[in-house]
C-alpha cells in the first residue's frame, strides 16, 4: 500500500502546472486598460523563486489574430501592418522586465497579448511564454456632464478555467493522501 501512495504522490506532483513547482516562469499583468486613441504599456518579466542567474533576456509579443470560433492564429506584432509605427518594445537592462507601448489605440486592437522571452539562464539559452495579458479599451464619449468611458469587449468569453480545476482537483487528492498517511501512521519500511 505504500508503494501506491508514494506512486500517486509522483503522479501528482507531474501533473500540477508548471509554475506551482518550475524554477523559472514568465510573469504577464492579466489585464491592462485604456481609452480609444491613448497608449497603454503592457509589462511581461521572468520570475525564479531558486536564484536561479537570469540574464539577456528579449521578447517577442504575440496576439491571437483570429475572430471568435476560428482556429488561433499567433502572429508577431511586428509582422502586422496594423501595429507598424504604434507599438515600442522596452527592456530594462538591470532586471528581466521587458514591456510594450502602443499609441494611437484602435478598437481592434482588443485582445490577448502573449511575451515569449529569450533568455540566458545559468548560461544557457532558454525559451519561456506567458500566459498572456487581456487587453480592454474604452471608448470616451463627450455629454453636456463631462465625458463618460464605456467598455467595448467584443467577443468577451469567459477564460478557460479547465487547468486551474484540474489544480485545485490535484492539489485536494494530495492534501487528501497526505492526511491518510499522517492519520493511518504509513512506515515505509524496505
Not at 82 to 96: I, M, S
Request: proline share 3%; aromatic share 10%.
Amino acid at each position: 500500500m505504500a508503494t501506491f501512495h508514494i506512486v500517486l504522490i509522483v503522479i501528482i506532483l507531474l501533473k500540477v502546472p508548471h509554475q506551482a513547482f518550475c524554477r523559472v516562469w514568465v510573469d504577464q499583468d492579466p489585464v491592462v486598460t485604456s481609452t480609444l486613441g491613448q497608449k497603454v504599456s503592457m509589462g511581461c518579466r521572468v520570475l525564479s523563486d531558486s536564484g536561479e542567474l537570469i540574464t539577456g533576456c528579449r521578447a517577442e509579443w504575440y496576439i491571437n489574430t483570429a475572430t471568435h470560433g476560428q482556429r488561433k492564429v499567433w502572429r508577431e506584432m511586428g509582422d502586422l501592418p496594423r501595429f507598424k509605427g504604434r507599438f515600442q518594445k522596452t527592456y530594462d537592462l538591470n532586471t528581466t522586465d521587458t514591456s510594450i507601448l502602443m499609441i494611437w489605440l484602435e478598437l481592434h486592437d482588443i485582445g490577448y497579448y502573449f511575451c515569449t522571452l529569450q533568455c540566458c539562464v545559468n548560461g544557457k539559452d532558454k525559451q519561456y511564454h506567458g500566459n498572456g495579458t487581456r487587453l480592454l479599451i474604452s471608448e470616451a464619449t463627450h455629454t453636456p456632464y463631462g465625458l463618460i468611458f464605456t467598455s467595448v469587449i467584443p467577443g468577451a468569453e469567459e477564460e478557460n478555467t479547465s487547468e486551474m480545476q484540474l489544480f485545485y482537483c490535484y492539489a485536494f487528492l494530495a492534501v487528501k493522501l497526505l492526511v491518510i498517511i499522517v492519520l493511518g501512521g504509513l512506515t515505509i519500511s524496505s
